[in-house]
């Protein structure tokens, strides 16, 4: 199995910034896809920015220029920086991850526990 480990949400001011981190542990294979998604209060959970291996990154037009997605391939971790915070950005933020374990080759989705991000206007 892998689990996923996020850090770094909190509550911010308009303008803001901040760092969000996800490290996928267990006896991982390959990684493909490190991602991250958001969720509104009563709004549907949405893509926020994608790194796929060998792929450039995807970001949602709603973040583009305020937000960058990178990954550190030695530490299996990925992090969303934040700037220029928006009050439309509060959200619960997970991440997603799409890897493959030793001894096995199947490639499954993973899911982080979410992390909550306040901007207050």
């Known amino acids: 199995q892998v689990q996923l480990v996020e850090s770094g949400g909190g509550l911010v001011q308009a303008g803001g910034s901040l760092r969000l981190s996800c490290a996928a542990l267990?006896?991982?294979?390959?990684?493909?896809?490190m991602d991250w998604y958001r969720q509104a209060p009563g709004k549907q959970r949405e893509l926020v920015a994608t790194?796929?291996?060998?792929?450039?990154?995807v970001y949602a037009d709603s973040v583009k220029g305020r937000f960058t997605i990178s990954r550190d391939y030695s530490k299996n971790t990925v992090y969303l920086q934040m700037n220029s915070l928006k009050p439309e950005d509060t959200a619960v933020y997970y991440c997603?991850?799409?890897?493959?374990?030793?001894?096995?080759?199947?490639?499954?989705?993973?899911w982080g526990q979410g992390t909550q991000v306040t901007v207050s206007s």
């Open positions: 997603h991850v799409v890897a493959s374990i030793y001894g096995g080759s199947v490639l499954r989705s993973y």
């Open positions: 267990g006896r991982i294979s390959s990684i493909n896809v």
């Open positions: 790194m796929a291996s060998g792929i450039s990154t």
